[in-house]
C-alpha cells in the first residue's frame, strides 16, 4: 500500500520550516530581490533551525539522518517563502553533501565539522558551464595530472558565491571521466566574476575562469575512488524540482488569493469561468508535480536508481512551474507586470529552472 502522508516528524518539520519561511523569508524577499543582496541575519537564523547539519555523519557534529524526502519538503517550504533566499539557505549542501557520500576521511574531517558548527559556512558547487548545448556529464573544463598536483583549466557559470567558505566544488574531465576536485577560492588562476542575472537576483552566482589552477592530488574528492556525478546529478534535480513546487505553489496561492478579493463588474474575479478554470489546472498540476519529486526522492531513500525519475520530474515540474508563475500574471492582469506584486518575480525566478542545474541538493 502507497503511504503518501509525511511522518509526524515530517510534518513537525514542515510546519516549522513553513513558518519561518512566512515570517522570516517572506518579509525580505521583494527588498533582498531589489539589492541583490543577502538579507543580513537571515542566514545565520535559518542555520539554527538545523536544515542542513543533519544529513551529516555525527562524528562530523551532524545528526546523522539523511533523507531525501525531507530534504524535498524543506526545499520545497524554503522556496515557497522566496527561491533566492532558499537556495542560499540550502547552499552548505552543495559541498557538505557531496563530500559525504564520496569525500575521504581526511576531506570529511576537515570539511563537514564546519558546515555542521555553530555557525552559517556557505558552500559553492561549479557544475555548469558558459556554452551552448553544455552537458553536465561531458564537461569541457579539464584536470590532468601533473605530478603530484593536478592542473584544472576551464570555465564554469551560475556558480553560488557567498561569503563566508573558501573552498568551491569544480567538476572537470579527467581522461573522459567527470570528476570532482576541492578548489580553495584563493587559488592562483580562479577568476570569479559576478553575473547578473534575469531572477535569483538575491543570491550572488558567478562566472569562473580556471587558467592552470594546481590543487594537490588530495584535493580529488574520493581520492583515488573518485566520485559519481550521475548521483549528484540526480539529487540535484529532486532538490530543484522541489524548490520549482514551492514556486509554483507560491504564486498559485497569490493568484488564487488575489482573485478571491478583486471585484470586476461587481463580483470576484474568481467566479468568472476562465479565472476559476486557470487556478483549477494549476492546482491540479502543482499537485501532479509534487507526486513526481516525492517518487524520485523516496527511490532515492530507498537506494534505488533514480536519474530516469529525478530528471522526469525536474522537466515536468520546471514547466508547471513557469506556467503557474505566468498564469498568476495573467490573473493580476497589468497589476501582475508592476514590481509591488509577487507574480513578476515569481515569473523571473521560474524562467531559471530550464538553465538551472544542481543549485541545491537532497
Known amino acids: 500500500m502507497l503511504d503518501f502522508e509525511p511522518s509526524e516528524e515530517q510534518q513537525l518539520i514542515v510546519e516549522t520550516v513553513r513558518q519561518f519561511a512566512e515570517q522570516e523569508i517572506r518579509p525580505l524577499a521583494r527588498e533582498a530581490d531589489e539589492s541583490g543582496k543577502l538579507p543580513d541575519g537571515l542566514l545565520a537564523q535559518a542555520h539554527e533551525l538545523g536544515l542542513v547539519a ?58 563537514l565539522p564546519r558546515y555542521a558548527g555553530g555557525s ?16 553536465p556529464f561531458r564537461p569541457r573544463t579539464s584536470a590532468h595530472r601533473d605530478d603530484r598536483d593536478y592542473v584544472l583549466d576551464g570555465a564554469k557559470c551560475l556558480v553560488p558565491w557567498q561569503e563566508g567558505d573558501d573552498t568551491v566544488l ?3 574531465d579527467e581522461d573522459g571521466h567527470p570528476q570532482g576536485f576541492l578548489v580553495p577560492r584563493e587559488a592562483k588562476g580562479l577568476r570569479a566574476e559576478r553575473e547578473q542575472n534575469m531572477g535569483i537576483q538575491a543570491l550572488p552566482t558567478v562566472e569562473l575562469r580556471l587558467e592552470g589552477v594546481r590543487v594537490p592530488a588530495e584535493a580529488r574528492l574520493g581520492g583515488n575512488e573518485g566520485s559519481d556525478l550521475g548521483a549528484l546529478v540526480t539529487r540535484g534535480r529532486v532538490a530543484l524540482a522541489a524548490t520549482a513546487v514551492g514556486v509554483a505553489r507560491a504564486a498559485f496561492e497569490v493568484a488564487r488569493d488575489y482573485a478571491k478579493e478583486r471585484e470586476a463588474f461587481g463580483v470576484k474575479i474568481a467566479q468568472k469561468q476562465a479565472i476559476a478554470f486557470k487556478l483549477a489546472d494549476m492546482a491540479i498540476e502543482i499537485d501532479a508535480a509534487r507526486l513526481l519529486a516525492w517518487e524520485a526522492a523516496w527511490r532515492l531513500d530507498q537506494g534505488l536508481p533514480a536519474l530516469r525519475e529525478a530528471t522526469l520530474a525536474y522537466q515536468q515540474v520546471r514547466r508547471v512551474a513557469l506556467e503557474a508563475a505566468d498564469g498568476a500574471v495573467q490573473v493580476f492582469g497589468g497589476h501582475g507586470y508592476i514590481r509591488d506584486y509577487l507574480p513578476e518575480l515569481h515569473l523571473r525566478n521560474a524562467r531559471g529552472f530550464a538553465a538551472f542545474e544542481a543549485l541545491a541538493l537532497v
Open 54 to 111: 543533519p544529513a551529516l555523519p555525527e562524528a562530523q557534529g551532524g545528526g546523522g539522518e539523511r533523507s531525501a524526502v525531507t530534504s524535498a519538503l524543506i526545499a520545497e517550504e524554503l522556496a515557497w517563502g522566496d527561491l533566492s533566499l532558499a537556495l542560499a539557505i540550502l547552499s552548505p549542501g552543495l559541498v557538505a553533501l557531496p563530500v559525504v557520500d564520496y569525500g575521504t576521511e581526511a576531506q570529511q574531517a576537515e570539511l
Open 170 to 172: 569544480v567538476f572537470a
Open 120 to 135: 552559517f559556512v556557505p558552500g559553492s558547487l561549479a557544475l555548469q558551464e558558459p556554452r551552448f548545448g553544455a552537458d
